[in-house]
């Protein structure tokens, strides 16, 4: 058994995700702000779409929900504290409830910070992580609804406590600036210069329209191990630290 994990670019710099069970075919769409390149996959991978997951309700994840719904036939899951501002939401998920993909399942870690139901969805077997905007390459999301604390737990105490080789599949394509700021403030990190290089190298490639991207212009995903040792915030001793971080990322 085997989760494909399809990279489909979306609106300026969004990440839509297709995972595909390999066994049985069937797949899910995870954050989806447009549906017409999410179909055009869908068909040329011969995908059959049971669910449609959101991480959270900002509209540049889940605009489309109600579209690929009402197409694919298929109900839509997000945080239970979402049932008024995500559209389409069908299936209200927890912490520690379990997502089924074809043979495949992700568990749910509820993340709030960003927003207040933002959830991730953890493919053990696929060692893969699908973030939303709570953890980014070299980064971590706006505090909207939250505060340094509970992004620090969100970090920390439960995305950062996985194991390194898990992949993660983030938002949006924000590694390069994210990278930017990681040097500004661990100018010593070699690790952080060393990756910052190979990044400026792939974006150098990028397609004037971002819906064109080929795989080898994305820098997503990264790994934990990569995270721990690049991503400031992730790194952050406790959360007056990332609370700093953050705000000084806001005015970057």
Same mark, same amino acid.
Do not use: Q
């Given at each position: 058994m085997a989760l494909r994990i399809e990279r489909i670019p979306t609106?300026? +710099?969004? %990440?839509?995700?297709?995972?595909?069970?390999?066994?049985?075919?069937e797949a899910a769409v995870v954050d989806a702000p447009e549906a017409a390149p999410v179909v055009r996959r869908v068909e040329s991978c011969g995908a059959r779409v049971r669910q449609v997951l959101s991480t959270h309700h900002h509209p +540049?994840?889940?605009?489309?929900?109600?579209?690929?719904?009402?197409?694919?036939?298929?109900?839509?899951?997000?945080? /239970?504290s979402d049932a008024d501002r995500l559209p389409g939401l069908?299936?209200?998920?927890?912490?520690?409830?379990? /997502?089924?993909?074809?043979?495949?399942?992700?568990?749910?870690l509820h993340v709030p910070a960003h927003t207040r139901g933002h959830i991730a969805y953890v493919f053990d077997a696929a060692k893969a992580i699908f973030s939303g905007d709570t953890l980014f390459a070299a980064g971590c999301g706006r505090l909207f609804e939250g505060?340094?604390?509970?992004?620090?737990?969100?970090? =920390?105490?439960?995305?950062g406590?996985?194991?390194? +080789? %898990?992949? /993660?599949?983030?938002?949006?394509? %924000?590694?390069? =600036?994210?990278?930017?700021?990681?040097?500004? /403030?661990?100018?010593e990190n070699r690790a952080i210069a060393e990756k910052l290089e190979r990044v400026r190298k792939l974006r150098a490639r990028r397609a004037a +329209?971002?819906?064109?991207?080929?795989?080898?212009?994305?820098?997503?995903? =990264?790994?934990?191990?990569?995270?721990?040792?690049?991503?400031?915030?992730?790194?952050?001793?406790?959360?007056?630290?990332?609370?700093?971080?953050?705000?000084?990322?806001?005015r970057f």
């Open positions: 609106l300026r +710099d969004n %990440y839509t995700y297709l995972l595909v069970c390999e066994a049985t075919g +540049d994840h889940c605009a489309a929900n109600p579209e690929l719904a009402e197409r694919f036939g298929a109900p839509v899951l997000g945080h /239970v069908t299936t209200g998920l927890e912490e520690g409830d379990v /997502v089924r993909v074809g043979a495949e399942t992700a568990r749910i505060t340094p604390a509970m992004m620090f737990t969100a970090l =920390s105490e439960k995305l406590r996985l194991p390194d +080789d %898990y992949r /993660v599949f983030c938002g949006h394509e %924000y590694t390069e =600036s994210n990278l930017r700021f990681a040097a500004h /403030v661990e100018p +329209d971002w819906h064109d991207a080929a795989a080898e212009e994305m820098t997503i995903p =990264s790994t934990l191990a990569e995270e721990w040792a690049t991503n400031p915030f992730l790194r952050a001793r406790n959360a007056a630290e990332l609370g700093r971080l953050r705000a000084e990322k806001d």
